[in-house]
């Protein structure tokens, strides 16, 4: 199995909920190591260029409002399949579909307000993680 990296966000619904620790748990249980974090409020630009993927989606708009709605708590997360392991953990996009006892079925209202991002595939985690962190402050341990 390959040691990955992915980028994981806590979407604003999540941090105002105050189960930012409660989420770290379930990576730290799975064995994700967070080797890099940081709190943000996104500026509106910051956001669209993260969902830049999602730009012609009819859900752009309101997801890029959403997320600069307040703080998110941001982090590479490092571990024996990483990305899977971290999707697993979050569940379905829609929260209703997600299976139970993942951090969706927990913690989130609805498909737009899901309390979590994870990267989805090995290209993708490197853009993510390097679009928020400098190499520098990405610590592997
Ligand atoms: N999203 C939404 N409405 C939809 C589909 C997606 O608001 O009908 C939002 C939701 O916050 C989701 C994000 O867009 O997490 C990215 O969508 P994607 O399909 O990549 O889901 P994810 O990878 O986050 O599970």
Redesign the pocket.
Known sequence: MAIERTLSII?PDAVAKNVIGQIYSRFEGAGLKVVASRMAHLSRAEAEGF?AV?KA?P?FK??VE?MISGPVMIQALEGENAIAVNREL?G??NPKEAAAGTIRADFAES????AV??S?APETAAVEIAYFFPASQVFSR
């Not at 498909?111 to 899901?114: E, F, G, L």
């Open positions: 979407k969902y999602h989606r859900f309101d997801l959403f979050m379905a996009t498909i737009d307000a899901n991002h994870g989805d």
